[in-house]
């Protein structure tokens, strides 16, 4: 469970910050990059309480 | 109520009375845990604000990345140098410390004046936090020319946030507190990824743009209207004394005598470059994009979208809570008789209608530097007291040794600095470093004619 969340941690970190290079490639618009650090807020809170807690 | 200080004073020491005590070898704690500190301390909702309020003082792009660049440093080499070397010698928090040199009715007075800043800067935080908040209601943001509340819109979102932010406060923070050590290192790449996102609408498609951007578009060196120029020196000073209090002030002696020696100092460069650079050149690339939008809410979304909102009410939130906790702990010294309920839900009603006024949220960077500016003249005397004085042959921390509730230098020295420092012609940001100095010469001076009355008496 602990393994995966960080991995669910670090996929949040992810959709937190590589949409936006991806704007700036033009690979995608700026909408869809806040939509995808939207999910990226959602999945952070619900997978670090996990193993955060853990680490004290 | 009548104020009857022997019992204030009773009160303040029983509130410290946990950290009376130097910390004991065993509690010292490791490296990591002050890089997460201060990584957590300085990446707050203020950094929304702050980024903005340079572009709009006209800061060039040169001045932003090479200001910034050397002011922090003198703060990471000011928490190294200053504070952390007398935090691992003496292990008591600034509390104790000032008390030992000072007394407690000069205590007494630092502890209002600090309270009291505490509320003002909760009330920034929950303006910051209600920006956020009221964009789905399509309420009307507070602009930098607005100094009294805009809207009634305004006044109700910061009722609202403010009197949850007060329950919270009320209630306990301890679950908030893990809240926002969870939210750090994410909120963190929100400022960088929203900053990014936006940065091909100003026309940066690949990095070799970035650069001519950054001085057409970003920092372009024009102020907006009615806004005074920044130069290259206002924000290496305002980098540097952003947390005066802290560092030259001497508050953070009250972490550092945790640390097992001077270098963790410098790892408050993990805040100081996440929040105070990265963080502020983030969010003045959003004012730029917003078109010079500065309300902390709009340009976040702009970005980031609701997960800009969020971390905007987030970063807010998480900073006004303990800070009106602080305030309320230091505001139950005047009034011994009330629960801390009470006085936290009063400390909560000041920082609430402070929060009304955007003006307190738009004048932000006059705010810090006079929030530093009033607590700093006390960090000199710390400093001389710990230094100079035992090197010139008089007493080191006078008020213990000979008993005293009251030290007058150390209140002259806070008090005569603030006098004159507000009287030297200089803008708000430098009038710190000379007011150093001076707190420094007239604490010196005082102690040695009260040392040598004192010794012509015996």
Redo the contacts between chains.
């Keep these: 469970m602990k393994t995966l969340s960080m991995i669910g941690s670090a996929a949040?970190?992810g959709l937190?910050?590589v949409?936006?290079?991806l704007?700036?490639s033009?690979a995608i618009t700026?909408e869809a990059?806040?939509?995808l650090?939207?999910a990226?807020?959602v999945l952070?809170?619900v997978a670090?309480?996990f193993w955060?807690?853990k680490a004290g | 109520m009548g104020l009857n200080v022997r019992n204030v004073v009773d009160k303040l020491d029983a509130l410290n009375e946990y950290d009376r005590e130097p910390v004991p070898e065993k509690k010292l704690q490791g490296a990591g845990n002050f890089a997460g500190f201060f990584a957590g301390e300085h990446v707050a909702g203020t950094e929304f604000v702050i980024g903005p309020l340079f572009v709009a003082h006209g800061a060039s792009a040169f001045d932003m990345f090479v200001g910034l660049l050397l002011g922090n440093l003198l703060a990471v080499l000011s928490w190294t140098f200053v504070t952390t070397p007398i935090a691992i010698r003496t292990r008591l928090n600034l509390y104790w410390h000032l008390r030992q040199i000072a007394g407690p009715y000069v205590l007494f007075a630092y502890n209002i004046v600090n309270a009291l800043m505490f509320c003002f800067l909760a009330g920034a935080m929950i303006s910051v936090s209600a920006t956020a908040v009221g964009l789905p209601f399509k309420m009307r943001m507070p602009r930098l020319e607005d100094m009294y509340p805009n809207s009634i819109g305004w006044v109700l979102v910061v009722i609202v946030v403010g009197l949850i932010v007060t329950t919270v406060a009320i209630l306990g923070f301890e679950r908030l507190a893990?809240f926002s050590?969870?939210?750090a290192?994410?909120m963190f790449?929100?400022f960088?990824?929203?900053?990014?996102?936006?940065?091909?609408?100003l026309g940066?498609?690949s990095f070799s743009d970035f650069w001519r951007v950054a001085n057409e578009r970003i920092w372009t060196g024009a102020p907006l209207a009615g806004q005074t120029k920044f130069t290259f020196w206002h924000i290496m000073f305002f980098a540097w004394f952003c947390n005066l209090a802290m560092h030259l002030g001497m508050a953070d002696l009250t972490t550092m005598r945790f640390a097992k020696k001077s270098s963790y100092g410098l790892l408050s460069a993990c805040g100081m470059y996440l929040g105070h650079y990265v963080a502020w050149l983030a969010s003045g690339i959003l004012c730029a994009a917003a078109l010079g939008e500065v309300a902390p809410g709009p340009i976040a979304?702009l970005?980031?979208?609701?997960?800009?909102a969020?971390?905007v009410i987030v970063a807010g939130w998480t900073t006004a809570n303990p800070t009106l906790y602080r305030a309320g702990l230091a505001f139950q010294t005047i009034t011994p008789d009330w629960r801390r309920w009470k006085v936290t839900l009063a400390a909560g009603i000041v920082t609430t209608i402070a929060a009304l006024f955007p003006a307190l949220m738009m004048k932000l960077l006059d705010f810090v530097a006079l929030y530093g500016l009033l607590l700093m003249p006390m960090g000199a005397v710390v400093f001389a007291d710990f230094w100079l004085l035992p090197r010139l042959g008089l007493k080191a921390r006078y008020a213990k040794t000979r008993g005293l509730a009251f030290s007058w230098p150390a209140a002259a020295a806070w008090i005569l600095t603030l006098v004159i420092v507000m009287w030297l012609p200089l803008e708000i940001f430098f009038k710190a470093l000379p007011g150093w100095f001076l707190a420094v010469a007239i604490f010196i001076i005082g102690s040695y004619i009260q040392q040598r009355k004192s010794a012509d008496a015996a």
């Excluded at chain 2, 960088?192 to 609408?201: C, F, K, N, T, Y």
């Design positions: 949040a970190l937190t910050v949409p936006a290079l704007v700036m033009g700026l990059n806040r939509s650090m939207t990226g807020a952070w809170f670090t309480p955060m807690k | 893990r050590k969870i939210s290192p994410w790449l929100v960088v990824g929203a900053g990014l996102a936006v940065l091909p609408s940066v498609h979304y970005g980031a979208g609701f997960a800009g969020i971390a």
